[in-house]
């Protein structure tokens, strides 16, 4: 199982747990925090979809270092483009995610089982990293945030 403090990002405090000794481990070591859990999912690697006013503007494939299973950029994960139109289903999982949590500027993590091609949404990061999706994509984050939220302002006036 893979556990999670609650709150962490980066790849910091996330435990793939192989036996129940690592799981009581993992828990002794972090009383009183609050953490969270789920089934390991068979993959390789994850999916990161930048989403700006509910809209994806760019996405990139994370693949996890050899011998580890986190893909995070952040902890020497690799990326590459990937093309949003090629992946419609996933596109529309994570705009649809970033909008049923409010959340205008969201990076949302989704991930393919390897064995049965179901996807599922990891997590929704608030304050998404994108230095890495820029370098893997060319995609300029910080404009398009700049551009939304001035179409949004004029939007008001």
Do not use: W
Not at 97 to 120: C, M, N, W
């Amino acid at each position: 199982m893979i556990l999670k403090i609650s709150g962490a990002h980066r790849g910091e405090g996330i435990i793939l747990a192989k036996t129940r000794s690592e799981v009581f481990d993992f828990l002794k070591n972090n009383k009183g925090k609050v953490f969270l859990s789920r089934q390991f999912i068979p993959n390789d690697g994850d999916i990161r979809v930048f989403c700006v006013g509910y809209k994806a503007i760019g996405a990139m494939k994370r693949i996890p270092p050899k011998g580890d299973f986190k893909s995070n950029i952040s902890v020497g994960g690799k990326g590459m483009a990937l093309k949003m139109e090629q992946h419609p289903e996933v596109i529309k999982i994570a705009e649809e995610a970033s909008l049923l949590f409010k959340i205008e500027i969201a990076g949302v993590d989704i991930i393919i089982d390897k064995q049965t091609g179901k996807k599922y949404v990891l997590e929704i990061n608030v304050g998404p990293q994108f230095l890495g999706l820029e370098k893997y994509t060319g995609i300029n984050v910080v404009k398009a945030i700049i551009d939304y939220f001035e179409r949004k302002v004029g939007q008001v006036s």
